[in-house]
């Protein structure tokens, strides 16, 4: 039959193009890997091979570990607040039939707008003159004069996570939502039954069981966070001087403005080492957790 | 323990009408079942009894205490669920513990019910195991000593060995009626399975469509039924039922169809003597109450046999009479006629109930 | 009456508000409506605004509420300033083609994972992997290759590129809704004589109908919105997207806020109405996909 024939070499047939595309990564990942040990610029690749020389250079490069700092410090900071607002407002909104639809909207409006259109937004939010952050705070006293956030060395760093925290609260809030909805319904009749009041009933009942899902949240969002280029630069260009900078940033910056590829490409492999292993530590912390409390 | 009552309680859902006018009273101590098919209003019944649902009108009491207006931790019920409802991230342990630590008893006090009710259903080998990964047998005793730890006023229990495999299902039913008596408590059980209800209830509430059709012992339930419904829900095999109508013929009085003829005699007629209605009424007789007979007998009826089902020390038989209807008859093993030969039965008469056509009310009641 | 008891029944959250009060519960549940609400939607109003403030007003202060009139004039300037039609319509372009072929290559992929394990632990972690790599890690090997292609500041390269970037998003995603389908219905296809193509197109894609549509959704997203690749990539209107072109209202002439707002708004708003249509799927793809880890 027919059949038979094709059947045999379908799941492979299938996966044909996935393959391609992997073969491009990895071929992309070796190419980055072998731009790192050569003198590379962006005119003339591999140019030479100087070993780990780049590498070198990267352990001293105070602006890198900077980056690395910033980049670490920015991803957990958001992280966390948003997995905590989100979680909050979805404690508070899960029982929430009605508007349900709504909320579910607007939540995904700030996900789903490019991040240099929010970078912009909130370039204009910040802005001394026309934001009306400023315009605000001074009507109400809080300030004499106008903040420059995004100038200024202090407050930029924060600016810049307020906004990615603005547009990525929803996100975690919609994931938490959907966990709370996914809680079963009958332990919690059992549970009023029984006698148990409201927050007995969260404490014992409902934080175990959404607790997990947080936990995923968390860490699907921090892998995410520790990529953010967009957002710095279109509200910092890394600045002012390098408060901003993150590690991704920085890279571009080294790749694309100075040209340098073959050191940006060795940057890049130690940043990538260092997500990895913060990917796996996590993972398996995760692991851990969920095989102890069995 | 205490008594129940319901007084004329309604439960509607917006136009729909789960519970009509539904009124009953279940002493201290007693085992009270409510039975029906789905959608009957049992369930309404029991969660409106637990304080899950709101009462549209009416009220309830426990033994004085009006409870209509309470929710459900201030009732002291407690309800075992049909799907068990199990604390999913607790062990079998915190589980059954639970009612007790939200009443923030001290911990050795909970310690020794916890072990009381454990042992009272086998399960204090898997105290330390989490509910998840427990058969359906285990759950459910979970779930009944969640429910008897802190020997509540009332204990409901809805449909709880409904999702069992059936041959897990009688044993547990066994289990689950010396359990109960030995724990003495006021039972209210909801089931749609007859045979559960006739074997383990004191009293029993048959319920159809909202309404409360009889309540009795399993006893009057099973030989005075209050009508139609009532007549053919209980019972295995089913009651037989035939169309016929009264008919006032020599003197004395008929049930006539195209199937039988059959003279009433001073007992029956005594029974139905205030009756003025309509003369179309369907008869009623269970599978053990015909018996096979001669073609002489007097009274009797012509059948032909559609099917023999043997069923070791008896048989029952599947006949056709003349106008179709299928009898359902118990017969010893020894009587085994051939399909399709022609045979005649015999009603008896002290157990054959006459119903109207029209309400299905058992005029011999 | 199945459908008016669910109505009656009392959730787990609501059971727990009855204890506190209803009436408190309720209170607590419409402030947290109204602050997410104005948390989410004060910026985007904020940028409507300013969208239709006339530049004077905007240099002057950042009140929330125009003044002096609507001034729909930086709607038109911002298809002058820079070739804004350019800029979405090459996005457009980009996002559908290279949307539609992610699709056609992860959907396969997706199933034979699911379905045969091909590639075993290995292949999903690489999958994984290509997800958590942040862009800027293969922008210079895409960088270079596209250029050695010869489709620098092509639409064409930038196809290419989303392509690559999003198929592992894609393959993820379809992941979780593939495994939705009981196993026994394909096997009753492929006793009946359908080839395992057959059983993918005909019975299991229309099944997961809904997880098509929310990755489909989320991919065209990220490729509508994709930035560094396509900065990189192009340096002129003619193959630049939305999203670098957004970029250069702010090099060129000076902070124009109201055009920007304006411009911004045209590549935002077609994205919202597509996400308040679909906006059950797109919810249902992204919680799928997050939460089951």
Redesign the interface.
């Known amino acids: 039959m027919r059949r038979s024939s094709i059947d045999k070499h379908t799941p492979t047939l299938m996966i044909i193009p996935m393959l391609v595309i992997i073969v491009v990564f990895l071929g992309f990942l070796v190419y980055v890997l072998g731009l790192s040990v050569t003198n590379s610029t962006l005119a003339k690749p591999f140019n030479g091979f100087i070993g780990f020389a780049n590498y070198t250079k990267a352990f001293h490069d105070a602006i890198f570990g900077q980056s690395l700092k910033y980049m670490l410090i920015f991803a957990i900071v958001v992280t966390f607040v948003e997995t905590v607002l989100g979680f909050l407002f979805a404690l508070a909104l899960y029982t929430a039939v009605t508007s349900g639809r709504f909320i579910r909207t607007i939540a995904l409006l700030p996900l789903f707008a490019p991040a240099v259109a929010i970078g912009m937004l909130w370039k204009l939010v910040y802005d001394p003159g026309s934001g009306f952050l400023n315009h605000y705070l001074l009507q109400l006293g809080i300030i004499q004069d106008p903040i420059g956030f995004l100038g200024n060395s202090k407050y930029a760093m924060a600016a810049v996570m307020a906004a990615d925290i603005w547009q990525w609260t929803p996100f975690c809030f919609l994931l938490c939502l959907a966990a709370f909805q996914s809680l079963p319904h009958d332990p919690y009749e059992a549970a009023a039954v029984d006698g148990a009041s409201g927050w007995q009933v969260f404490r014992r009942l409902t934080m175990p069981l959404v607790f997990p899902a947080v936990i995923i949240v968390f860490l699907f969002r921090l892998l995410m966070a520790l990529k953010v280029f967009d957002l710095v630069f279109m509200l910092t260009y890394g600045g002012p001087g390098t408060s901003t900078q993150v590690a991704s940033f920085y890279i571009y910056k080294v790749a694309f403005t100075t040209f340098k590829t073959g050191y940006a490409a060795s940057l890049t492999v130690l940043t990538m080492l260092m997500i990895a292993a913060i990917a796996t530590v996590l993972t398996l912390g995760r692991t851990y957790y969920m095989n102890r409390t069995k | 323990m205490a008594s129940l009552e319901l007084k004329n309680v309604w439960k509607k ?2 136009d ?1 009408v ?1 519970c009509q006018d539904v009124s009953w009273r279940c002493e201290d101590g007693e085992f009270f079942s409510l039975l029906g098919p789905s ?1 009957c209003g049992k369930s309404s019944s029991m969660r409106m009894i ?5 009462i549209t009108e009416g009220e309830i009491f426990f033994g004085d205490r009006n409870v209509t207006k309470l ?4 009732r002291n ?3 075992v ?1 049909e ?8 062990t079998v342990y915190d589980n059954i513990a ?2 007790l ?3 923030e008893m001290p911990k050795d006090e909970i310690e020794k019910k916890v072990q009381w009710a454990a042992k009272f259903l086998d399960l204090t080998g898997i105290l330390n195991y ?1 509910v998840k990964g427990l058969s359906g047998g285990q759950q459910q005793r979970v779930s009944i000593g ?1 429910a008897i730890v802190r020997q509540p006023e009332v204990l409901l229990m809805d449909e709880p060995i409904s999702h069992l495999d059936a041959s897990l299902r009688t044993r547990m039913r066994e289990e689950l009626e010396s359990m109960l008596r030995k724990l003495g408590a006021t039972t209210i059980y909801v089931t749609h399975d007859q045979v559960e209800s006739m074997a383990m209830a004191d009293r029993i509430a048959v319920m159809d469509k909202g309404l409360i059709q009889q309540i009795g012992t399993p006893k009057e339930i099973y030989s005075h039924p209050y009508n139609e419904f009532v007549a053919g829900f209980i019972g295995e095999p089913p009651m037989n039922f035939a169309k016929c109508e009264l008919i006032k013929a020599n003197g004395s009085l008929h049930l006539k169809s195209e199937s039988f003829d059959v003279q009433l005699n001073q007992v029956e007629i005594d029974k139905i003597a205030k009756y003025k209605g309509k003369p179309q009424v369907n008869i009623g007789i269970r599978p053990e109450d015909v018996s096979v007979c001669s073609a002489s007998t007097k009274n009797s009826v012509g059948v032909k046999v559609e099917f023999v089902e043997v069923q070791g020390e008896r048989n029952i038989l599947t006949l056709a009479l003349a106008a179709g209807e299928n009898f359902l008859v118990i017969v010893t093993s020894d009587i085994k006629p051939e399909v399709g030969s022609s045979i005649h039965v015999l009603f008896d008469q002290t157990h054959l109930h006459i119903f109207e056509a029209e309400n299905g009310l058992n005029l011999t009641y | 009456m199945a459908a008016t008891k669910k109505e009656s029944r009392i959730s787990g959250g609501e059971l727990a508000n009855r204890e506190r009060g209803r009436r408190a519960g309720k209170v607590v549940q419409i402030l947290a409506i109204i602050a997410f609400s104005v948390f989410i939607l004060l910026p985007l109003i904020f940028m409507v605004t300013t969208s239709i403030k006339q530049p004077i007003e905007i240099r002057e202060s950042g009140a929330l509420l125009p003044t002096r009139g609507v001034y729909l004039v930086n709607w038109v300037n911002a298809f002058i300033t820079e070739p804004l039609g350019m800029f979405l319509r090459n996005s457009t372009w980009v996002a559908v083609i290279s949307t539609l072929i992610v699709m056609l290559i992860a959907v396969p992929t997706s199933y034979s994972i699911v379905r045969f394990s091909t590639g075993g632990n290995a292949l999903p972690s690489l999958i994984l992997g290509g997800y958590v790599m942040p862009p800027i890690v293969v922008s210079i090997p895409i960088f270079m290759g596209i250029k050695s292609l010869g489709l620098a500041n092509t639409t064409t390269g930038l196809i290419i590129t989303h392509i690559i970037l999003n198929v592992t998003i894609a393959v993820f995603l379809l992941d979780s809704f593939i495994r939705t389908v009981p196993r026994e219905l394909e096997e009753a296809a492929w006793i009946d004589g359908y080839s395992r193509f057959d059983t993918l197109f005909k019975v299991v894609l229309p099944l997961i109908r809904n997880g098509l549509i929310a990755t489909g959704i989320i991919v065209l997203i990220l490729s509508w919105n994709e930035f560094l690749m396509a900065l990189l990539l192009t340096y002129d209107p003619s193959a630049q997207t939305f999203p670098v072109g957004i970029s250069r209202y702010q090099g060129q002439h000076g902070l124009q806020f109201g055009e920007m707002s304006a411009a911004a708004l045209t590549g935002i708003i077609p994205i919202y109405i597509l996400v308040f249509f679909f906006q059950r799927y797109v919810v249902a793809g992204l919680t799928r996909g997050g939460v089951k880890g």
């Not at chain 2, 637990?50 to 709101?54: K, M, W």
Request: charged letters at 20%; glycine letters at 10%; zero cysteines.
């Open positions: 859902y917006g729909v789960a959608g637990a304080g899950l649902e709101e929710p459900p931790r201030d019920v407690a309800l669920f799907n068990w409802a199990l604390y999913p991230n607790m639970f009612p630590w939200v009443r989490n969640r």
